[in-house]
């Protein structure tokens, strides 16, 4: 039994695989489940047996994605010298996360008004992971007397998180699409640096 549900497993990581490079490459919009199942030499029956569309198939690679991202953080939580080089870690490893994968996320783009409720399951325990992250760094700083005591840390964090979101080029920022175009993300990047450093400074 146990070697029938390695094959199964192993299958569908496979299949998460292929389809990570067809999104990645092409978008989901232009990403079609028989050329999936064509990239796996499968039968699009195998495919749908694991995956019965699309979308199911794109949530369970956002949700790989997602967990390769929060492992990143979590390996980091307890590892930082100081505050900023916390801060400068959480910003460009989501900027590193959004530029690899951005073709990954027209997803969004084209759904942003309307995503399923388990996309906003995972964007919640990646925001809940940034704020433990961060406000675990803000802690140990007090700790080290190189701040003065936080009340409530953890909310400021959510707060400064809801902040960086936020930002926006200047040529666009009355919109509020969820994801920029992707020749702004450097300019945003440095943004939410200067923002974290001020929000740092505040705190001294």
Do not use: C, T, W
């Given at each position: 039994m146990s070697?029938?549900?390695?094959?199964?497993?192993?299958?569908?990581?496979?299949?998460?695989?292929?389809?990570?490079?067809?999104?990645?490459?092409y978008g989901y919009s232009k990403t079609t489940m028989n050329e999936i199942a064509g990239d796996l030499s499968f039968s699009?029956?195998?495919?749908?047996?694991?995956?019965?569309?699309?979308?199911?198939?794109?949530?369970?690679?956002?949700?790989?994605?997602?967990?390769?991202?929060?492992?990143k953080l979590a390996m980091e939580v307890a590892g930082f010298d100081n505050l900023k080089s916390a801060f400068i870690f959480q910003i460009n490893t989501q900027h590193d996360f959004i530029v690899e994968?951005?073709?990954?996320?027209d997803y969004f783009r084209l759904n942003e008004q309307n995503l399923p409720e388990s996309i906003w399951e995972i964007i919640g325990e990646i925001h809940e992971t940034e704020t433990a992250l961060l406000t675990?760094?803000?802690?140990?700083?007090?700790?080290?007397?190189?701040?003065?005591?936080?009340v409530n840390p953890?909310?400021?964090?959510?707060?400064?998180?809801?902040?960086?979101?936020g930002v926006r080029v200047r040529s666009v920022s009355y919109k509020k699409a969820m994801f920029p175009k992707k020749e702004h993300l450097e300019e945003i990047r440095g943004k939410r640096l200067l923002l974290a450093e001020i929000f740092i400074r505040g705190l001294n």
């Open positions: 070697s029938v549900v390695d094959q199964q497993d192993i299958k569908r990581e496979k299949i998460l695989e292929a389809a990570y490079q067809r999104f990645l490459h699009k029956a195998l495919l749908y047996y694991y995956f019965p569309d699309k979308s199911q198939l794109y949530i369970a690679v956002m949700r790989k994605l997602a967990n390769n991202y929060l492992d994968n951005y073709n990954f996320f675990s760094a803000i802690k140990n700083e007090v700790d080290k007397g190189r701040i003065k005591p936080v953890g909310e400021i964090i959510d707060l400064l998180l809801d902040a960086l979101h």
